[in-house]
């Protein structure tokens, strides 16, 4: 005899925009905005630490907020716009946040870098001059384990500048 | 405030083009804009999803396990089990590059045969069409336990009659098996000179007493393993791992396979501290793959990760130090208890060598234990067993200080180690900055710097960690353009990448950004052992410099070739061929790469070592400043710097971060981090949330010194960096908490309740002014 499992009530058809392109796909009510993301989606950019919303590796933004997507059910972005980190980057370059991790040897195993730039990015869309206390604030949320956060702090004050000026 | 360039203190003349520059690392683009693969993203056609049962118990037999239902569920492929792995022999070993394994525990460790050892120990894998079928499939199994009662703590598992884990563990007794049923697994000892004499004529001694508590690497990506076993016999697994090689020979020893039929393809890291040297679900992916025919992919929860994978063991450590009339260090005497986990390998070896490694002391004796309990098999974390007896000799140092009324810091100087001491495990010393760190940390500006305000209090504390050696490869292909492809067998998990590139350009006179690195997987280098022990930049990074001068003595033929003259009147200096006596004739390396193609083919050098173990190694100090809130018993960190030897700093940047994060981690271990457990065994905090590793909200910027002291043992003068800066932190801090506020912490972490409680010892709960 087989068992029918949880999952056979069905898919969901969620239509959305992912970094300025419209998607659509089908998931189950269980599955988070992260599992779609990254095993349906293939934006593996987005990483999972803890699936349970204490890491922020899985940091996106959603309609402009700042979410942990492992928190999120994905049917919940039907018609919200979602920008994960593969949407950081601009035409002619990397984002300056980007640079400036790169520049000031912010990451180390990197797993938490994309969730540290979306957050980060978030943080400056709507404080383009954070104190350095601010920026440990914002980013109490994020999870490194490798690097003691002072290269992130520093970068993210750096970028700061640059995106002012 | 920007810069984040630390300072440099070099002891060392040597100048270098590429060595000591800050180059971005090669990976860095895609891993600020998510292309870089790591374990987790492997994904592959037909690829199904694996979950694994784990024990809910601390300790029990397992009487009978039914996976009927579980395998009728639909979209649930596979149901695996111990049954499914080949029997071991009992006394099966296999080296791991680290030192030997009984392949019996590894295996036991991967699938419980009919015990569980540990709350979270591993029972049965399930392969399904999405992983929560796979959850759902977790649900039906049945397991009949027979519930076993547990020890969890080193001292309990140590009395006489407390319950046996294994029932055929034997003591080996300084080397010889005792035939006596225990959970000391084995007692070690260490002597120099004559330590009951030298106690007993000091002129004043002091002694301390820990207690330390399981903590975790807590890295952010959880442990991951997708592995597919094709029809023709061959396994490829796809795994986040410090050393494929290392997990290739686990995998052959647990599985009954040839390594030759087995491809570990190391995907990126996100961390490892020591966690990700063995293997977990590599082998039930393997199995799961084997009888499906599918790749199967799993990764661990963050439960599973705290549960199921090596805290560093908890312990209890004894520590007693004497002085002469001038404070001179005249004896020491350590007794040091491991909780290995599940199964014996503690790394308190290492504690024995680490724990009197900071000073000159002519008569020594360690007595060391490693002890099972039920708790997850241990395995390394960042100079393993060194941050455990720092805090106990670093508590002593301090109370000798007071005792003799000299600076503690003066009498860390007057004692440090120096090339030529003979350390308590019978090693010799080259030449060390153990001295040289303690004197940079005394003229810093922030040890200078006096520090004011209630409840204030600054501590200094010292640590070390080896450089283990061990065996690398490197391979090196020119391109015609002058770039240089170079392929290495050390996983990346901080930069080595990049300090392993400016090691190769360095030598050939190129920059960092003509050489193209990655990291090969078990078919495309040669054996390299594991990322850890301090040893990437040092032993691969020699290895990449050995692969140089192959490329050199090739290319140096070619130009002969060319210029039609014997080879000895080449020679070649700062990426340039020229011709001894005829100043005409010069080449540079990127001319003569676009010649190769005419002058016999490509050129490819390789370059692999095996250095010995315990050629310097390197010492961190800390300066820490903090403030103690009497009312809660907050602390709070005010400034921190770290001052720690790197012989020749490859990548400063890197360095700094290397000892930025081991800082951090050791703060951590310091003041919160922990595992709970009930008296029933159970982790009661294996959340990122309960278990509270420091966020950026709880520290101030890490200062750094780099000091640098030339390792004679290595090109470059090279010392690892990786791990001793993770040795000095609690003890600082807990110096510095005794000097704010007079409480004495002997146990770690250094919480709130325990610094109340403390205060309270010291009959103290009002302000005392910083000392
Ligand atoms: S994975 Fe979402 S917060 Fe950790
Ligand atoms: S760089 Fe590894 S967790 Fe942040």
Redesign the pocket.
Known sequence: MIERTLGDMGKIHVQCVINGDEKEFLCEARESL?EVLREGLGFTGTK???????????SVTLDGVLV????VLAVEVQGREITTVEGLAIADGLHPLQQKFLEHASLQCGICTPGFLVASKALLDQNPDPTEHQVRHWLAGNLCRCTGYDKIVRAVLDAAETVRS | MLSSHGEIRSFGDEKYKVVGTRPIRHDGTDKVTGRAVYGGDTRLPGMLYGQVLRSPHAHARIRSIDSSKAEALDGVKSVVTAADLPPTASDEMVDLGEGPARVKFMRDNILATDKVLYRGHAVAGVAATSPHIADEALSLIEVDYEVLPPVVTVLEAMKEGAPLIHEDLTTMELGEDTDKNSNIASHMQHTLGDVEQAMAGAHLTAEFEVHTSSVHQGYIEPQNATAFWNQDGMLTIWTSTQGAFTAQRQLGAILGVPVARIKVVPQEIGGGFGGKIPVYLEPVASLLSRQTGHPVKLIMSRADVFEATGPTPGSYIRVTMGVDSSGKLVAAEAYIAFEAGGYPGSPVFAAAMCVFACYDIPNCLVDFYDVVVNKPRSFAYRAPGSTHVAFAVEKVMDELAAKLGVDALELRIQNAATEGMRRSDGIVYPRIGCKECLEVARDHDHFKTPLEGPNRGRGVAVGYWFNIGFKSSVTASVNNDGSVNLVEGSTDIGGTRTSIAMQFAETLGLAAEDINPSVGDTSAIGYTDVTGGSRVTYATGWAAYEAAQDVKAQMLKRVAMVWEVEDDEVEFDDGVFRHKTDASKSLNFKELAAKLDDTGGPVVGNGSVDPAAGVGGSFCVNIVDLEVDPETGKVDILRFTAIQDAGKAIHPSYVEGQMQGGSVQGIGWGLNEEYFFTDEGRMANSSFLDYRIPTTLDLPMIDTVIVEVPNPGHPFGVRGVGEASIAPPPAAIACAIKNAVGAQLCVLPMRPDRILAALDEAGDRVSVAAG
Do not use: Q, T
Not at chain 1, 48 to 58: K, L, M, P, R, S
């Open positions: 992260l999972e630490g803890c699936n349970d919303g204490n890491c922020g590796a899985c942990d997507s492992c928190l």
